[in-house]
């Protein structure tokens, strides 16, 4: 552990690390924000190919159930 003899270094040494450690949270909360919306962009197109495969199938079941 480090020791300061100068309460003044000390003080300047943990103002600087506080200001260091908000600007690291302010990219910390907009790297999770911009997670969540991938998150959510994905389960949305998840959906809409499941969805697409399924008219799909039924497009196919009806040209079966024509051709019989």
Same mark, same amino acid.
């Given at each position: 552990m480090l020791e300061?003899?100068?309460e003044e270094e000390a003080t &300047?040494?943990?103002v600087k690390n506080?200001?260091?450690v908000r600007?690291?949270?302010e990219v910390?909360?907009?790297d999770l924000q911009f997670l969540?919306?991938?998150g959510t962009i994905t389960q949305? &197109?998840?959906a809409r190919v499941y969805n697409w495969d399924v008219h799909q199938q039924r497009i196919q079941q009806a040209t079966a159930s024509?051709?019989?």
């Open positions: 300061y003899s100068c &300047t040494l943990l506080l200001e260091n600007g690291s949270l910390l909360f907009a969540r919306d991938q949305v &197109t998840i024509k051709d019989s």
